[in-house]
């Protein structure tokens, strides 16, 4: 049997653990029948087409993301942790100094999004990195990175990403 390690708060570079909480590597959305029979219908009539147009990488993608999709709903998500230190931000194995982050944005609509969104100054493409908020307080979380991070006002929702992430079931 695995003995819990206790969570060590202070570390030399990074400073103390001003906050932290866990949060699976990606949502697993509840889909019904009908979600399923839609993506069968849906994707069926796109590989009928691929075929038929005798565009057979088309196919090939189409028959690929239909292996994703069932091997991704097959496993659990690994959960991740996201710590705040005096120094700068981890997220899992990922550690952000605060000067590395442009802005960080709250959006909280419950009951389906709370999330945090950070930005970093040097992506190669401008991604912002989306955080479950999970059972944090929102205003809580806000408050903490002000002391450390521009907050971006103008990001008022959440991103078209996690958007259709949700629409879609995906």
């Known amino acids: 049997m695995k003995s819990a390690q206790p969570v060590i708060s202070h570390n030399i570079e990074k400073g103390q653990i001003l906050s932290q909480w866990s949060f699976p590597e990606y949502g697993k959305p509840q889909r019904g029948k009908l979600w399923y029979a839609v ?10 087409y691929a075929l038929k147009d005798g565009n057979f990488l088309f196919a090939l993608i189409i028959l690929l ?7 991704h709903h097959r496993t659990e998500p690994l ?11 981890q997220i899992g194995d990922k ?3 605060f000067r590395e982050i442009d802005a960080f944005a ?3 609509e419950p009951p389906a999004v709370k999330q945090l969104y950070l930005k970093p100054k040097r992506a190669l493409v401008k991604r912002e990195i989306s955080i ?9 979380v806000r408050s903490l990175l002000l002391d450390f991070v521009e907050e971006d006002l103008e990001h008022e929702e959440e991103s078209l990403n996690d958007q259709l992430t949700r629409l879609f079931k995906l």
């Open 39 to 48: 993506a069968v219908i849906f994707g069926g009539l796109l590989l009928w």
């Open 65 to 71: 993301f239909a292996l994703i999709i069932i091997t």
């Open 79 to 89: 959960e991740v942790t996201f710590t705040v230190y005096e120094a700068g931000m």
């Open 95 to 97: 550690f952000y100094r």
């Open 106 to 108: 709250v959006i909280y």
């Open 132 to 140: 479950p908020l999970m059972t944090q307080n929102p205003v809580e």
